[in-house]
Structure formats: structure tokens, C-alpha cells
């Protein structure tokens, strides 16, 4: 149950490292468009996707696990196996705090904008995606999508290589883990990932997740084009 928990929250964060690649595609095709043509396009081919590149999911985990295992630790130290009651404890610790400072974080960003919204007339601009692509704090808030990206996507491969250490540490299999999890009995693809910190340096935008976009940017190219 302790290990499939862990499991179940790695899934969870996968899931969510699929939403936020997309969210990273347009926001970063916002922020490459010429602000001279956001000024020319005003807020209608524009403002719904500026409102939702910025409408992040949050984390949230089931701590049942978590709270058995805390409420029996000393049924698990008269085991003996202290390394693997550090380790759960290690990764149920990380995973409260990821989802703590995660989800500050998607705040922040949403709320980047608010004072532009209160006060548009203290920015420059005449629309509001405009007056937002003009200003640093927003298109930082923008920026710091593709941050919130490779931290999921380090924490992915962090969770799963100590969930497999948890799993040596107490003679379980893997697949038994994962057949717990997913209760399908169909856990033989699951491989080992190796962490390795320099995946997660370089920039990997999805520009292929911008295709359920291709409509909006079209109306862009049409209506910049005259067309």
C-alpha cells in the first residue's frame, strides 16, 4: 500500500507533465509573437488562449498511506529495516512538499495579471493580452511554465528511483507493486528509468502540442495577412 501510494502520486505527476508540456508549447508561442501584431490583433483572437495557457493544474495526493504508515512505525522499526522506514519517510516528506510549493508556484502565475486587470490603466497597451505581453512579471510568469515542466519531470524520475529503492529494501517485486496499484495484473512494461540530472537542463517544448491550437494561430496568420 506504502508503494503503490508513492506509485499512484509518480502517475498522478505524469499526467500532469502532459498538460503542463502543452501549456509550455503556447506559452511559448505567445511570447514569440511580435507584440507589434498582438497591438494590431486586440484581445479577441487572443484572450481566451492567454486565459487558459495560464489555468495550470495542481497537485493533490491521497496521504492514507501515508498516515497508516506514520500511525504503525513502530510495528515498522521492530522490523529492523530503518533504511526503508527512511526512505518512505523521505519520499512521503518530498512529495507534501512538492505539492505545497508546486502549487504556490501555479499561483503565482495565475495571478500575475490581476493588477493589469484592476489597473489596466497603469500598463502600457491598449488590449489587455497586449498590455500583458508587455509586461515582465507576466511574461515571466509565462517563462516559469516550462520551470514548472522540468520540475515534474524530475520529480517523475526522482519518486520512481526511490520507490524502487523502497522496493529492494523490502523484498518486494516491482510487478507486485505495480499490479497493486493498477489491480490489471498487467505490469510487465514497466522499466527501470535512471535519473540523470542533465535530461532536465535543456529546453524540450512540445511544438507539437500546439496543434490543438492550429485554428488560433491560423486566425492570427489570417487576420495579420489581411486574409
Same mark, same amino acid.
Do not use: C, G, W, Y
Given at each position: 500500500m506504502v508503494m503503490g501510494s508513492i506509485e499512484s502520486f509518480v502517475r498522478d505527476l505524469e499526467e500532469l507533465e502532459k498538460f503542463t508540456?502543452?501549456? $509550455?508549447s503556447v506559452a511559448t508561442w505567445l511570447l514569440?509573437?511580435?507584440i507589434e501584431d498582438v497591438a494590431r490583433l486586440g484581445d479577441e483572437p487572443l484572450i481566451d488562449t492567454f486565459k487558459d495557457v495560464r489555468a495550470l493544474g495542481v497537485i493533490t495526493h491521497d496521504r492514507t498511506a501515508e498516515t497508516i504508515f506514520s500511525s504503525h512505525i513502530d510495528t515498522w522499526k521492530n522490523m529492523g529495516n530503518f533504511k526503508f522506514i527512511d526512505n518512505v519517510g523521505w519520499c512521503?516528506?518530498?512529495m507534501n512538499s512538492l505539492e505545497e510549493e508546486y502549487n504556490q508556484r501555479v499561483l503565482e502565475?495565475?495571478?500575475s495579471a490581476v493588477d493589469i486587470k484592476v489597473h489596466p490603466a497603469n500598463y502600457p497597451g491598449n488590449s489587455f493580452v497586449e498590455k500583458c505581453l508587455?509586461? $515582465?512579471?507576466?511574461?515571466?510568469?509565462?517563462k516559469e511554465i516550462h520551470n514548472l515542466r522540468r520540475t515534474l519531470r524530475y520529480q517523475i524520475a526522482n519518486f520512481r528511483m526511490e520507490n524502487r529503492n523502497n522496493m529492494r529494501l523490502i523484498g518486494i517485486l516491482e510487478?507486485?507493486?505495480?499490479?497493486?496499484t493498477d489491480n490489471l495484473g498487467?505490469?510487465?512494461n514497466y522499466e527501470d528509468e535512471?535519473?540523470?540530472?542533465?535530461?532536465?537542463?535543456s529546453p524540450a517544448i512540445e511544438v507539437d502540442s500546439l496543434n490543438e491550437n492550429l485554428p488560433i494561430a491560423r486566425q492570427v496568420d489570417s487576420l495579420l495577412s489581411g486574409k
Open positions: 508540456a502543452h501549456q $509550455d514569440n509573437l511580435p512521503f516528506s518530498e502565475i495565475a495571478s508587455r509586461n $515582465d512579471e507576466v511574461r515571466s510568469s509565462l510487478k507486485e507493486v505495480m499490479t497493486f498487467a505490469a510487465d535512471i535519473l540523470n540530472p542533465f535530461d532536465f537542463e
